[in-house]
C-alpha cells in the first residue's frame, strides 16, 4: 500500500531535500519536491500529495504563511503536515501545532528513518483523524 | 579617554529633575540680584562647541531672546569661557558654570552696575550648584546609556545564539542523516560515495562557522593576533578558491581574473584565505538564481586590490549601513531564508583592517554586488 503514498518535501535545502527523498523512495513512497513556499502550495494542489514536510525558513512565504494557506484552501486543507525545520525554539512549536501541523520536527535530531516512520504513523489507516 | 560633552539637551535632562533645577536657578538667580530699585533678568547659557545657547531664562520669552551667541564674536563672553573667571561685561555678570573641571556653560545676569557683593557671592554658588547637577545628572545619563547599550548587546547576543545553533543543525543534519543511512547499509552502492562528500563538505561547513564564531569572540577579547609570513597573494587566492569550489553547485561558477605575476606580500595567511573565503561564500549565497563570481587581481606600487563581483540580488540602499556590523545580516524578504550567522563580512573586514587594509562595496539592488579588498603592499 505504500505504493500509494505520495510525499511533498518543501524545502529549499537541496542537501537535506536530496536526502530525505532518498531515504522516502527506498521505504516505498513517491516523492515530489517543492524548493519554495510557492511552488510547494502549487504543488500540493496539482500533486495532491497524501503528506507534506514543510520547512519554515524558506525563500518567498515562510513555513508558517504555507502551513495557513494549505489549511485555508479547500484542496489541501486535510493533507497531514509535519514541520521539518531546524529552529527549535518552543514558541516556533506552539505556533506550527497551532496552525495544525501533526509533528514538529528538528532536521538535526531526526534521521531519514525515522523521518519516514513518521509519514507512516501518519498515513497509517489507524492514525488517520476520524473526523 | 576623552571626557563626554555636556548634553543640556539631553532628554534625560529636560525631562528630569535636572530641567527644574535650571528653572529654580536662574529664578534663584534673578532674586538674588534684584532689588526693590531693579530688577535683574538671569539666564543659563550651555557651551556648545564654539556656541552658547540657553537653556532656560527668568524672564517668560527670555530663553528665545537670548542667544545663540558664538562665543569668538563677544569679547567678554569669550573672556568668560576661556579664562573660567567671573566677568563683568558692559551689560551683564557673567559666571562659569563648570563641570569636571572645565566651563560647561555660564549664567548671566543683566545690569551688572550696582550689584553688591554678597549678591554676587550668591550668584557664584548658584552657578557652581548648577555645574555640579550637570556633572552629576551627564554621569547618570551615561550610567543609563551604557545600561541600554549592554542591555541591547545582550539581547543581540542571545538573538545570535539562536542563529549560530540553527546555522550548526542545517550542516549536522545531514552529517547525522547520511551517517544513520550508511550505518544501516541501506543505500545503494551509487550513493555512498555522494553521502560520504556531502558528509565530509558539511563537516567543513561546521568547522568554518566554529572558527568564525570564536574569531569574533576572540576579537571581541584580545583583538586578532596575526601570525605573519611571506605569501603570494595570489596563492590566498587561490587558497580560497579551492576551498569553496567543491561547494559550488552546478549553478555558480567561480572565474578567476590574475596577473601572471606574484604578488609578494607579508600577511597572516590563514585569515586572509578566510576574509576572502567569506567573500565568496558571501558572493555564492546572494546570487541565489546562480551565474559567475568573478575574482580579479591587480596591484601597483602601493596597494593591492581583490575584487570578487557576483551578479546576484545586490544590496537594499536602506540596509547597506549594517553589511558590516557584528550579526547585522540583510534580512529582506528576498534574503530572510538565506542561511547566514551574520559574522562573515564583518570577521572579513576586520581582517583587512588589522593588516592595514580595509574593504570597500559597491552595489546595486538587482544588479548585484562587488567586494574590493585593499591591502597595502607596504
Not at chain 2, 577579547?221 to 609570513?229: A, K
Request: with cysteine; hydrophobic share 40%; proline share 5%.
Amino acid at each position: 500500500m505504500e505504493d500509494d503514498v505520495k510525499v511533498l518535501l518543501i524545502e529549499d535545502d537541496v542537501a537535506a531535500a536530496e536526502m530525505y527523498r532518498l531515504r522516502l523512495v527506498a521505504d516505498g513512497y513517491s516523492v515530489v519536491i517543492g524548493r519554495d513556499g510557492q511552488e510547494g502550495l502549487r504543488m500540493a494542489a496539482d500533486e495532491t500529495p497524501d503528506f507534506i514536510y514543510l520547512d519554515l525558513r524558506l525563500p518567498g512565504l515562510d513555513g508558517f504563511e504555507v502551513l495557513e494557506r494549505l489549511r485555508a484552501g479547500a484542496a489541501t486543507r486535510h493533507i497531514p503536515v509535519i514541520i521539518l525545520t531546524n529552529y527549535g525554539e518552543p514558541e516556533l512549536r506552539e505556533r506550527g501545532m497551532k496552525l495544525g501541523a501533526l509533528e514538529f520536527l528538528v532536521k538535526a535530531d531526526t534521521t531519514p528513518a525515522q523521518l519516514s516512520e513518521s509519514v507512516e504513523r501518519a498515513t497509517s489507516p489507524r492514525a488517520q483523524p476520524s473526523t | 579617554m576623552s571626557t563626554p560633552e555636556p548634553r543640556w539637551d539631553d532628554p534625560l535632562l529636560e525631562d528630569n529633575a535636572s530641567s527644574a533645577l535650571f528653572k529654580e536657578a536662574v529664578t534663584l538667580a534673578s532674586r538674588v540680584a534684584s532689588s526693590e530699585a531693579r530688577n535683574r533678568a538671569a539666564w543659563l547659557l550651555q557651551l556648545r562647541g564654539e556656541n552658547l545657547h540657553c537653556v532656560t531664562a527668568s524672564e517668560p520669552g527670555g530663553t528665545q531672546a537670548r542667544g545663540p551667541y558664538r562665543v569668538p564674536d563677544h569679547p567678554s563672553l569669550d573672556q568668560a569661557v576661556t579664562s573660567g573667571q567671573v566677568v563683568e561685561g558692559p551689560s551683564e555678570f557673567l559666571i562659569p558654570v563648570q563641570m569636571e573641571g572645565r566651563v560647561a556653560g555660564l549664567l548671566v545676569v543683566g545690569e551688572p552696575d550696582g550689584l553688591d557683593v554678597a549678591a554676587r557671592g550668591s550668584l557664584m554658588t548658584i552657578a557652581n550648584i548648577v555645574g555640579f547637577a550637570v556633572g552629576q545628572a551627564a554621569s547618570v545619563s551615561d550610567l543609563q546609556r551604557e545600561a541600554e547599550r549592554s542591555r541591547r548587546l545582550e539581547r543581540v547576543k542571545s538573538e545570535f545564539l539562536n542563529i549560530a545553533a540553527h546555522e550548526l543543525r542545517s550542516p549536522l543534519g545531514i552529517i547525522r542523516g547520511y551517517s544513520s543511512m550508511l550505518s544501516e547499509g541501506m543505500l545503494p552502492e551509487a550513493e555512498r560515495g555522494v553521502a560520504l562528500s556531502r558528509i565530509a563538505d558539511k563537516a567543513e561547513e561546521m568547522a568554518r562557522l566554529i572558527s568564525e564564531m570564536l574569531e569574533t569572540a576572540r576579537l571581541e577579547t584580545d583583538g586578532l593576533e596575526l601570525e605573519l609570513e611571506p605569501v603570494d597573494l595570489l596563492q590566498v587566492v587561490h587558497d580560497a578558491v579551492n576551498a569553496l569550489g567543491p561547494m559550488l553547485g552546478a549553478d555558480h561558477r567561480f572565474v578567476l581574473a590574475v596577473p601572471p605575476e606574484s604578488i609578494g606580500m607579508v600577511v597572516d595567511r590563514r585569515r586572509l584565505t578566510t576574509m576572502l573565503t567569506n567573500l565568496l561564500d558571501n558572493a555564492v549565497k546572494y546570487s541565489p538564481y546562480g551565474g559567475e563570481i568573478e575574482i580579479g587581481c591587480e596591484h601597483d606600487d602601493r596597494l593591492a586590490t581583490i575584487r570578487v563581483r557576483d551578479h546576484g540580488i545586490g544590496i537594499n540602499a536602506e540596509q547597506s549601513h549594517l553589511l558590516f556590523t557584528r550579526f547585522g545580516r540583510l534580512v529582506t524578504p528576498e534574503t530572510s531564508h538565506i542561511r547566514g550567522t551574520g559574522l562573515g563580512l564583518y570577521l572579513a573586514r576586520e581582517i583587512a583592517r588589522v593588516h592595514g587594509g580595509d574593504i570597500l562595496v559597491s552595489a546595486t539592488p538587482g544588479g548585484g554586488s562587488t567586494f574590493a579588498v585593499e591591502l597595502p603592499l607596504v
